[in-house]
């Protein structure tokens, strides 16, 4: 048994509005302490309501999602503290040697844009229509080989909700190396926009989705449920849509796969790390 908690820091992108992505990720962290027995902490860290990043003592990193555009906020305070918390894993992570553990960070739809943006990987741009529901994402041979996303289907359903989308940049360029392409969007069929980027490994340590792999059934129907929300949804998506996503959310086979395997998964490969250094 490990003689010290394994924690885990949450950057929370949220500016403090409510926010479904903050209790899915504490109800995962739940099941792991459960599944391991280990004494599993975590601690919040309001980065873009007060610009609040967590320093290096910590055993796993996950930056959460959020609301507003991706492309409005590189003057802030916030996100300068953001980057410069990157910054300082991507450096610990290229001299840590012998026992010290590399730093594992997992970013999720707002935190992966403005990665996919900082570091000039595609192009970060207002979607044509917003996308909303659980819809399928397709593996790429680099995904189908990444171990975060091992057992999964292809293609598999994940929750997606956002206005902004990383597409291929205008020049087709491939990006370099040591990021790769896991997982894209399948566009509907009368649509000439190219896929959009659903996953990515930055590098070794750093793994970023555009989807929600967090999302919840018991979590999402909740919200989803509240008499503002289901009134905001009829009228953006109609009332076919609605009941179609509470339908989805009651079958197993839409939202448990992806909830119950990739950030799971990192925190088993986090917690390897931490184990070995002990």
């Known amino acids: 048994m490990p003689y010290k908690n394994f924690r885990i820091a949450i950057l929370n992108m949220y500016t403090g509005s409510p926010s479904q992505g903050i209790p899915s990720i504490v109800a995962m962290i739940s099941r792991f302490r459960s599944d391991t027995g280990w004494g599993v902490i975590h601690e919040l860290f309001h980065t873009r309501l007060n610009g609040a990043v967590p320093d290096l003592s910590f055993d796993a990193y996950i930056a959460t999602g959020g609301p507003g555009s991706p492309l409005d906020s590189a003057n802030e305070a916030w996100e300068h503290n953001f980057f410069g918390f990157v910054e300082s894993i991507k450096k610990y992570n290229s001299n840590a040697q012998g026992k010290m553990a590399p730093k594992h960070l997992f970013l999720i739809c707002h935190s992966f844009q403005l990665m996919c943006r900082k570091y000039r990987i595609g192009k970060v741009s207002p979607r044509p229509s917003p996308s909303f529901g659980i819809l399928p994402v397709r593996m790429t041979s680099d995904g189908l080989q990444d171990p975060l996303l091992h057992g999964l289907q292809n293609p598999f359903l994940a929750s997606d909700n956002r206005n902004y989308q990383v597409i291929p940049n205008d020049f087709g360029e491939s990006p370099p190396q040591p990021i790769k392409i896991l997982c894209t969007e399948i566009p509907d069929q009368d649509s000439d926009q190219k896929p959009a980027y659903m996953a990515i490994r930055f590098d070794e340590y750093i793994f970023g989705t555009q989807f929600h792999p967090e999302a919840d059934p018991d979590i999402m129907r909740q919200h989803l449920t509240e ?28 939202l ?15 917690a390897g790390e931490w184990q070995r250094r002990l």
Do not use: M, N, W
Request: with cysteine; charged share 35%; proline share 9%.
């Open 256 to 270: 448990l796969p992806v909830r119950d395997t990739v950030l799971p998964g990192f925190l088993k490969t986090c």
């Open 227 to 254: 008499h503002a929300k289901k009134r905001e949804i009829i009228s953006k998506f109609g009332p076919e849509k609605y009941d179609r996503i509470l339908k989805q959310i009651d079958d197993p086979a839409c």
